[in-house]
């Protein structure tokens, strides 16, 4: 048997394991190599039933997502006709499944007769996450094992489901007492349905999958649901899918499955969503530093701050199990944060996310104090002070004193400069930025910015230990706003300008959440305060070129106390949570208009939709080019993940290829002479988009 599969014979049983590291993702060779082994096993009278199990304990992780959009996503044999085979195996099949089995790993699971699993075993149709539909029997065979509601729920949410809830489904059989177990108490499963002389496959639960559900159930489920999916493919496929399993006969239903996914995954969305997914794991690998450098210890953290950011990133540690000292200079302060800390689990409790203990649990890992020796024994120190350069350069002349050598010194500044809050201290070889995003304890973003002088080790560190809390690091390096914030100066900077020429901020929002954004500009800075913004902007004034043609707006707002949603009024005007136009703001755009002579105009959504996002392309690449972004991926990963860009279009720069560099050059080209004096200050082409162009490229990336 070849080494993708490990056969073996012991009374009666099969035992063929999957051998295809590092998850069992069920490629051309393992799909022949398992057929290969199922059949052999099958024609072999000595075998009485056969056990699936993966060789290194994990089950598999589904289709191979390399192959996709390639000839081999469906060479023979492809999966949806080897689990077909599987299912005709006249012996009984018992999938023993350790700790995962997603997408095609599950469904591998599911053309099996019988699934047992290890206690921490977690399974999912995790399909959609790529833009995709279950594509070999999910949206069928599943159904008719727990029903369409709640197959529907599955592969919608994407989610990966324990072995206790995926047990009361109907989804697995049986749960081991161990994992050390699983393979015995398989066999003990296999022996049992051979002395009952079990059939290779029971009956379906649900013949019927939708058979307690009303008529109109499925419609009214798009009714309720499409609005949530925006301009998605995937969740409407899947419909689609579960209709055919509730009105079809299993092998009709599977036709169908098959030419939905199909449609699927040659659509553009599951190439963006694929790119992500290959984007996420390509941030981790830092280029110079071995995949194998010794990591610093982190298991003490502190956090100094107790205010909203501070208070938020020291959850993450908390949630990951990890004592933190929050440290404030004041009582009233600290109480304050570790309040809010609290109350923010209380939600959770609420919400049934959490349990009373669990809650206690967290907040006895936290311990607030006043002194900063307290903080002395701290592997990684992270501050979350006023945004202000003295105070953070301070608070590090303070850690220098306190701080353990090798301890890990990071700024949870969101633009100062690194290497200045570096310079402050004797050791820069221990500091790094780790920006977060609000709110911490939610935003999956963490840029690591790497300073001069940061230690290889303090990155590959951080790195780790942002995938330990649940986050997802990208590395920056040292300028104004490191990547992302950097790219929403001249993306909200047309979006003000163009309020100024003629639209207004509703319009211009409109567009961008056309796109599928999360939010426009205007409704995003309401939520994070115009004064924010503004303090930011003004404490950075040299790092910033500007010009008041756009900055007038908002720092007129800003004068009036229009802070946005947290005074009530901002772009918009806000009444609970209803936001609206307010024509205030449009007269005050037209009256600065006047005063600076900006000539105003009705303007076509196209033009909106084309400055705001080719600016923030061209200011990506330049990104690029300067270094300060690692890869145009990378770039990507900080916008879908920090500001809402619809993964669905791959992150600007994959939907800067999408449309077609030349054809952003040319916007840029356009806009340059289009627009006076400002087009020729501000549309200049990112000399690497240039240089892309002219070699004839689509893909961005450092020439
Ligand atoms: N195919 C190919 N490579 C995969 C893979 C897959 N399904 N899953 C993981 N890898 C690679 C990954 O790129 C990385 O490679 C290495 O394995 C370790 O992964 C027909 C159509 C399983 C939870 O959506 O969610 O089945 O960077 O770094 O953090 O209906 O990987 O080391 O070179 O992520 O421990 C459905 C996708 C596919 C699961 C493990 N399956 N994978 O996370 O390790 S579509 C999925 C994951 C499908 C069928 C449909 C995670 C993980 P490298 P990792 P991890």
């Given at each position: 048997m070849c080494d993708l599969i490990h056969y073996c014979l012991e009374d009666g049983l099969a035992?063929?394991?999957?051998?295809?590291?590092?998850?069992?993702?069920?490629?051309?060779?393992?799909?022949?190599?398992?057929?290969?082994?199922?059949?052999?096993?099958?024609?072999?009278?000595?075998?009485?039933?056969?056990?699936?199990?993966?060789?290194?304990?994990?089950?598999?992780?589904?289709?191979?997502?390399?192959?996709?959009?390639?000839?081999?996503?469906?060479?023979?044999?492809?999966?949806?006709?080897?689990?077909?085979?599987?299912?005709?195996?006249?012996?009984?099949?018992?999938?023993?499944?350790?700790?995962?089995?997603?997408?095609?790993?599950?469904?591998?699971?599911?053309?099996?007769?019988?699934?047992?699993?290890?206690?921490?075993?977690?399974?999912?149709?995790?399909?959609?996450?790529?833009?995709?539909?279950?594509?070999?029997?999910?949206?069928?065979?599943l159904p008719r094992l727990i029903g369409a509601e709640s197959t529907l729920n599955l592969i919608l949410s994407g989610e990966q489901i324990d072995a206790v809830r995926a047990r009361r489904l109907g989804i697995l059989d049986r749960i081991a007492a161990s994992t050390e177990q699983l393979l015995d108490e398989a066999r003990a499963y296999a022996n049992e349905l051979i002395d009952c002389c079990a059939p290779a496959r029971p009956a379906d639960a649900w013949p019927k999958p939708a058979e307690d559900l009303p008529d109109d159930f499925l419609a009214r489920y798009r009714a309720e649901h499409?609005?949530?999916?925006?301009?998605?493919?995937?969740?409407?496929?899947?419909?689609?899918?579960?209709?055919?399993?509730?009105?079809?006969?299993?092998?009709?239903?599977?036709?169908?499955?098959?030419?939905?996914?199909?449609?699927?995954?040659?659509?553009?969305?599951?190439?963006?969503?694929?790119?992500?997914?290959?984007?996420?794991?390509?941030?981790?690998?830092?280029?110079?530093?071995?995949?194998?450098?010794?990591?610093?210890?982190?298991?003490?953290?502190?956090?100094?701050?107790?205010?909203?950011?501070?208070?938020?990133?020291?959850?993450?540690?908390?949630?990951?199990?990890?004592?933190?000292?929050?440290?404030?200079?004041?009582?009233?302060?600290?109480?304050?944060?570790?309040?809010?800390?609290?109350?923010?689990?209380?939600?959770?409790?609420?919400?049934?996310?959490?349990?009373?203990?669990?809650?206690?649990?967290?907040?006895?890992?936290?311990?607030?104090?006043?002194?900063?020796?307290?903080?002395?024994?701290?592997?990684?120190?992270?501050?979350?002070?006023?945004?202000?350069?003295?105070?953070?350069?301070?608070?590090?002349?303070?850690?220098?004193?306190?701080?353990?050598?090798?301890?890990?010194?990071?700024?949870?500044?969101?633009?100062?400069?690194v290497d200045a809050i570096a310079a402050s201290v004797s050791r820069p070889q221990d500091v790094i930025g780790l920006h977060f995003f609000s709110p911490a304890n939610v935003m999956r973003l963490l840029e690591v910015v790497r300073g001069k002088d940061t230690a290889p080790d303090v990155v590959a560190t951080t790195m780790m230990i942002a995938k330990r809390i649940g986050k997802l690091p990208v590395i920056s390096g040292v300028c104004f706003g490191f990547i992302g914030n950097r790219m929403l100066e001249p993306y909200a900077r047309e979006a003000h300008r163009l309020v100024l020429e003629g639209a207004t901020p509703a319009q211009v929002d409109g567009v961008l959440t056309a796109l599928d954004l999360n939010m426009g500009v205007f409704s995003m800075l309401d939520l994070a305060g115009i004064d924010v913004s503004f303090l930011m902007r003004d404490s950075n004034r040299a790092a910033i070129a500007h010009d008041e043609s756009y900055c007038r707006l908002g720092e007129e707002l800003y004068a009036l106390g229009r802070y946005g949603q947290k005074t009530g009024r901002g772009f918009y005007l806000y009444e609970g949570r209803d936001r609206k136009e307010d024509y205030e703001v449009v007269?005050?755009?037209?009256?600065?208009?006047?005063?600076?002579?900006?000539?105003?105009?009705?303007?076509?959504?196209?033009?909106?939709?084309?400055?705001?996002?080719?600016?923030?392309?061209?200011?990506?690449?330049?990104?690029?080019?300067?270094?300060?972004?690692?890869?145009?991926?990378?770039?990507?990963?900080?916008?879908?993940?920090?500001?809402?860009?619809?993964?669905?279009?791959?992150?600007?720069?994959?939907?800067?290829?999408?449309?077609?560099?030349?054809?952003?050059?040319?916007?840029?080209?356009?806009?340059?002479?289009?627009l006076g004096d400002y087009g020729e200050m501000w549309f200049q082409p990112a000399p690497l988009l240039e240089r892309l162009v002219a070699a004839g490229k689509n893909r961005i990336e450092k020439i």
């Amino acid at each position: 048997m070849c080494d993708l599969i490990h056969y073996c014979l012991e009374d009666g049983l099969a035992l063929i394991g999957m051998a295809h590291p590092p998850v069992n993702a069920l490629s051309q060779s393992l799909r022949a190599a398992l057929i290969g082994a199922c059949e052999r096993a099958a024609a072999d009278d000595k075998v009485q039933a056969i056990i699936l199990y993966g060789e290194q304990g994990l089950f598999s992780a589904g289709a191979d997502i390399t192959e996709f959009g390639t000839d081999a996503s469906f060479s023979r044999p492809d999966l949806p006709n080897t689990l077909v085979r599987l299912t005709e195996i006249h012996k009984p099949l018992i999938a023993a499944i350790g700790k995962l089995a997603l997408g095609g790993g599950l469904e591998l699971a599911l053309a099996c007769g019988y699934r047992i699993a290890e206690p921490g075993t977690r399974v999912g149709l995790s399909e959609i996450n790529l833009g995709l539909l279950p594509g070999a029997g999910g949206t069928q065979r599943l159904p008719r094992l727990i029903g369409a509601e709640s197959t529907l729920n599955l592969i919608l949410s994407g989610e990966q489901i324990d072995a206790v809830r995926a047990r009361r489904l109907g989804i697995l059989d049986r749960i081991a007492a161990s994992t050390e177990q699983l393979l015995d108490e398989a066999r003990a499963y296999a022996n049992e349905l051979i002395d009952c002389c079990a059939p290779a496959r029971p009956a379906d639960a649900w013949p019927k999958p939708a058979e307690d559900l009303p008529d109109d159930f499925l419609a009214r489920y798009r009714a309720e649901h499409e609005p949530l999916w925006k301009s998605r493919l995937a969740p409407r496929l899947v419909l689609s899918a579960l209709e055919a399993a509730c009105l079809l006969p299993l092998e009709e239903g599977l036709a169908r499955e098959l030419t939905l996914f199909k449609h699927a995954e040659a659509s553009r969305q599951s190439k963006a969503l694929r790119h992500v997914f290959f984007a996420e794991r390509e941030a981790r690998k830092i280029p110079g530093i071995e995949a194998d450098i010794t990591l610093r210890k982190i298991e003490k953290v502190a956090v100094i701050g107790a205010g909203t950011m501070g208070g938020g990133i020291a959850m993450n540690f908390v949630n990951a199990g990890m004592p933190v000292a929050l440290l404030e200079l004041e009582g009233q302060a600290l109480d304050r944060g570790l309040m809010q800390i609290r109350k923010n689990y209380g939600i959770s409790v609420k919400r049934g996310k959490m349990t009373t203990d669990e809650l206690e649990q967290r907040m006895d890992l936290l311990f607030g104090t006043l002194d900063y020796e307290d903080l002395a024994d701290a592997d990684l120190v992270i501050e979350a002070v006023f945004e202000n350069l003295e105070v953070k350069q301070q608070v590090f002349r303070n850690l220098e004193k306190i701080c353990k050598p090798g301890a890990v010194l990071a700024t949870n500044t969101s633009s100062l400069d690194v290497d200045a809050i570096a310079a402050s201290v004797s050791r820069p070889q221990d500091v790094i930025g780790l920006h977060f995003f609000s709110p911490a304890n939610v935003m999956r973003l963490l840029e690591v910015v790497r300073g001069k002088d940061t230690a290889p080790d303090v990155v590959a560190t951080t790195m780790m230990i942002a995938k330990r809390i649940g986050k997802l690091p990208v590395i920056s390096g040292v300028c104004f706003g490191f990547i992302g914030n950097r790219m929403l100066e001249p993306y909200a900077r047309e979006a003000h300008r163009l309020v100024l020429e003629g639209a207004t901020p509703a319009q211009v929002d409109g567009v961008l959440t056309a796109l599928d954004l999360n939010m426009g500009v205007f409704s995003m800075l309401d939520l994070a305060g115009i004064d924010v913004s503004f303090l930011m902007r003004d404490s950075n004034r040299a790092a910033i070129a500007h010009d008041e043609s756009y900055c007038r707006l908002g720092e007129e707002l800003y004068a009036l106390g229009r802070y946005g949603q947290k005074t009530g009024r901002g772009f918009y005007l806000y009444e609970g949570r209803d936001r609206k136009e307010d024509y205030e703001v449009v007269a005050l755009a037209e009256r600065l208009a006047g005063e600076l002579r900006v000539s105003r105009r009705s303007i076509e959504d196209q033009e909106i939709h084309d400055r705001c996002l080719f600016m923030l392309i061209n200011e990506g690449i330049q990104l690029l080019d300067e270094g300060i972004a690692l890869r145009a991926s990378d770039i990507d990963l900080v916008w879908i993940n920090g500001y809402g860009f619809p993964a669905h279009l791959g992150g600007p720069m994959h939907y800067a290829e999408q449309l077609g560099l030349e054809k952003v050059l040319a916007g840029i080209q356009h806009y340059h002479h289009a627009l006076g004096d400002y087009g020729e200050m501000w549309f200049q082409p990112a000399p690497l988009l240039e240089r892309l162009v002219a070699a004839g490229k689509n893909r961005i990336e450092k020439i």
